[in-house]
């Protein structure tokens, strides 16, 4: 890749974030993949240092906007909202949403294996680049686009809270990972008729993944989903 085509990424990423850097070797920095550095005859860096950075700074400004947008939100379920945009899934889509794979510095066995697609490397990039913004321009700039890139998420995901509608939260999680739907099963009914406790089994394919209960089939199908949806968020926040 040639040093002009490095600077059209730059100022291309430069108009979709609507920020001008004023250190553009932090821009560099922040789309620079392992991959790409590591195949450069130069010695470089790449951007995973940046990413833990934005990690922090995301982690932050996200739970700033759930915090002033829901005054009557439990600190409980404030985390949960947190959680729910601040994960690689997320993270992801956002990116995708403003081109940011097109604009990123990747070797070529990562660029022809469709890295710049690649769900855990564009949640990183985005991650690497509002820590680049941070450190060039502080809190402010960021705030800005955690707004403009976070927000319509935010409510939608603060509804979903709300309705506890996990079924269909799932159902979408599961697609957009090409994990197929999950499937529910009634296994169990306990107690009179008057105090029933049903239990449910959601499986991801063939595999028994989360079991919940409820005082109706309904409930404990929700009860099922929400948990696997939570177990799917910390999994991969783990990763």
């Known amino acids: 890749m040639t040093e002009v085509e490095i600077l059209q990424k730059m100022e291309l990423l430069e108009k979709r974030l609507e920020y001008e ?20 005859e130069q010695k470089m860096d790449d951007n995973d240092r940046l990413e833990y950075l934005g990690d922090a700074v995301l982690d932050l400004l996200v739970g700033e906007a759930a915090y002033r947008a829901f005054p009557d939100f439990t600190s ?11 994960n690689m899934n997320e993270l992801a889509d956002v990116a995708r949403d403003m081109h940011l794979g097109s604009c990123l ?15 855990s490397l564009l949640s990183s990039a ?16 960021v705030r800005e686009m955690v707004y ?4 319509k998420r935010l409510y939608f995901h603060a509804e979903r809270l709300e309705t506890g509608d996990y079924k269909s ?13 999950p499937h529910y099963a009634t296994v169990d009914r306990k107690g009179p008729d008057h105090d029933t406790i ?10 028994l993944f989360t079991t ?20 799917l968020l910390y999994e991969q926040d783990g990763e």
């Open 148 to 151: 403009r890139m976070f927000n």
């Open 76 to 86: 409980g379920k404030l985390t949960k909202l947190r959680a729910a945009l601040v």
């Open 126 to 141: 985005l991650e690497a680049v509002m820590g680049a913004v941070f450190l060039d321009g502080g809190l402010d700039p």
């Open 105 to 119: 510095l990747l070797g070529v066995g990562e660029q022809r294996s469709g890295g710049d697609e690649k769900d």
């Open 21 to 40: 850097f004023a250190r553009k070797d932090l821009l560099r920095l922040a789309i620079t993949h392992s991959s790409f550095a590591n195949e450069s």
């Open 212 to 231: 919940g209960e409820g005082r109706s089939i309904k409930m404990a199908e929700q009860a099922a989903a929400r948990e696997a949806y939570l177990k």
């Open 169 to 181: 939260t799932l159902q979408e999680m599961c697609v957009s990972r090409h994990l197929g739907r």
């Open 198 to 207: 049903f239990t449910v089994e959601c499986r991801l394919g063939e595999e």
